[in-house]
């Protein structure tokens, strides 16, 4: 079993639909959890990260973690064509040198 | 936020010849670095995680006298592929961590697509 499970997708959804992301773990210990969206050949870039359990949201998008569950999401609002990009989701442990652990990674297209 | 560059973005080299990827961390000192390699439409795999000052560490099935990871300094470490072949042709992402006060934050250099002849 993976640490970290992600369904790859590919997702599409029309443009302004709602987009919800999952990402499912095995790690308890795992304490920070974040999001990065990846445009094609380009590195991943941090979108949103939260500190245990609970939501925090910015802008469009809304990141949640239920820590009882070991799972967590990510909800774009009013999603847009400049969406479409890989979404992985990423946790570590509480600790100043914690190595992150990926998501395999979801591909997600917005459709005009 | 913290940045860091990574040189070439996309390198186009002969077969059998080796090639030297570069990761920079530019406002910000990086004692761990971190390698992956990306296939496309795949997500990051770790190759290696490079410490500053000592030897990388290597994650299962990763060839270290194929990948040389050097970590010299606290701002650069470099990955060469050496004797490459067509089959390591691919997109080459370093990142760094941040320690922040509830956590680690990785930050990531743009890729380096390696594509061998």
């Known amino acids: 079993q993976k640490e970290v499970e992600q369904d790859p997708g590919p997702l599409s959804v029309p443009e302004g639909a709602i987009v919800s992301l999952n990402c499912t773990y095995s790690n308890s210990a795992f304490q920070y959890f974040m999001w990065y969206r990846q445009y094609s050949r380009k590195g991943p870039e941090l979108l949103m990260y939260t500190y245990s359990s609970g939501n925090k949201e910015d802008g469009r998008f809304t990141a949640q973690v239920d820590k009882s569950s070991k799972y967590i999401s990510l909800f774009i609002r009013d999603s847009q064509p400049s969406d479409s990009a890989t979404y992985l989701c990423a946790m570590s442990l509480y600790s100043s040198a914690s190595k992150i652990i990926f998501g395999s990674g979801t591909r997600l297209s917005i459709r005009p | 936020g913290a940045v860091v560059s990574q040189h070439p973005s996309w390198v186009i080299c002969k077969s059998g010849t080796s090639v030297k990827i570069e990761c920079r961390s530019l406002?910000?000192?990086?004692?761990?670095m971190f390698w992956y390699r990306q296939f496309p439409k795949q997500s990051l795999m770790l190759m290696a995680t490079?410490?500053?000052?000592?030897?990388?560490?290597?994650e299962q099935g990763v060839e270290k006298d194929k990948f040389l990871i050097n970590h010299a300094s606290l701002t650069l470490s470099t990955l060469t592929v050496t004797s490459a072949h067509p089959e390591d042709s691919s997109f080459y992402i370093c990142?760094?961590?941040?320690?922040?006060?509830?956590?680690?934050?990785?930050?990531f250099g743009q890729g380096t697509r390696l594509t061998v002849v």
């Open positions: 990142s760094a961590l941040v320690a922040r006060a509830l956590g680690t934050e990785a930050f």
């Open positions: 406002d910000f000192q990086a004692t761990t």
């Open positions: 490079s410490n500053e000052g000592s030897k990388a560490t290597y």
